[in-house]
């Protein structure tokens, strides 16, 4: 699939990926969407712009990535998910930046970050201090940025338990490369979980296939 405004668009272990730039205005998605009843109905609910903007362009990026509308819902914690069920998802927007990711049978976990110069002073929030100690002692902005998006991505598959970054999950060092894999732990269960990453000068994303 070749458009301009799409960044990222791969599939990997039966996921489909895809990042999609969103410069459509609110009139034009709502002209190239089919929303259900119930969807029209959620969407003239929300008031400021830039929501309607992330309800739209989430369900453009869905209809690229399969080829045709889905209808999008969400549980009683507000995780989304396919009315019919066919696959598992998991959605994260940045800006005008969206992600999304799909599998038929496992569960997924999704984050993208536009780049920042403020992570490093909201490290401690997130990290433990073993972790920032082994991550760069917070010196390092990418490498703190996707070790974020990891705990993010994490805490979509995991659910609640994963609430508290710093004492819920654990990253263990890994290096800084243009993309590569971070292994994480769940302090709770002891699950080991290996999450993938891509990044480039204006992004990070990562995901995670469980």
Request: neutral net charge; proline residues 1%; contains cysteine.
């Amino acid at each position: 699939m070749k458009e301009e405004n799409i960044r990222f668009n791969v599939s990997e272990n039966g996921a489909q990926i895809l990042v999609y730039e969103l410069t459509e205005t609110v009139d034009t998605l709502l002209h190239k969407l089919s929303l259900t009843q119930a969807e029209l109905e959620k969407f003239e609910s929300i008031i400021t712009e830039k929501r309607k903007l992330e309800f739209l362009g989430v369900r453009l990026c869905f209809q690229k990535l399969f080829g045709k509308s889905v209808e999008i819902k969400n549980d009683s914690t507000g995780k989304p998910y396919l009315a019919d069920k066919s696959f598992g998802i998991s959605i994260s927007h940045s800006k005008n930046r969206m992600a999304v990711i799909a599998h038929p049978e496992r569960k997924v976990g999704i984050d993208i970050e536009n780049r920042t110069n403020k992570i490093r002073k909201v490290c401690q929030r997130f990290l433990s201090e073993k972790e920032q100690k082994e991550l760069s002692n917070c010196e390092n902005d990418a490498q703190l940025e996707l070790a974020w998006s990891a705990k993010e991505a994490l805490y979509k598959i995991i659910g609640n338990s994963a609430v508290d970054f710093s004492n819920h999950l654990r990253i263990f060092p890994f290096e800084v490369k243009q993309n590569g894999t971070i292994e994480a732990e769940h302090l709770e269960t002891g699950r080991r979980f290996q999450l993938s990453y891509i990044q480039n000068e204006d992004f990070s994303l990562v995901y995670c296939i469980y």
